[in-house]
């Protein structure tokens, strides 16, 4: 069973930047590609960014792409957003997951383990 544990989140003004950890444990971190994804209020859980196994391929949803940016330590067991230019719209719980392979990645019933999200809040 893997458990991950996201942390970093927080209040932040609008155009500022946050980086959120994602630390995991009870399973091979480098076997697994991790998601990021969101959920704000009333809205169903969104896609943000994956990382394959390998840290070689990344994809990112168009709402954040050329903003932020997802990284893995695979000696750390952690995988990382950083997040910059950002705005009311990215206000939101933040999920890291993990799964096999990347084939449909903004498919959230494709991951087979979630944390318990962080809270991130942009203030205008």
């Known amino acids: 069973q893997v458990q991950l544990v996201e942390s970093g989140g927080g209040l932040v003004q609008a155009g500022g930047s946050l980086r959120l950890s994602c630390a995991t444990s009870?399973?091979?971190?480098?076997?697994?590609?991790m998601g990021w994804f969101r959920q704000a209020p009333g809205k169903e859980r969104e896609f943000v960014a994956i990382i394959a196994a390998s840290g070689v391929y990344t994809y990112y949803a168009d709402s954040v792409k050329g903003r932020f940016t997802v990284s893995r330590d695979n000696a750390k067991n952690t995988v990382y957003l950083q997040m910059n230019s950002l705005n009311a719209e990215d206000t939101a719980v933040y999920y890291c997951a993990a799964r096999t392979g990347i084939w449909s990645p903004a498919v959230p019933d494709r991951y087979d383990y979630w944390g318990q999200g962080t809270q991130v809040t942009v203030s205008s």
């Open positions: 009870g399973g091979t971190f480098s076997r697994y590609a």
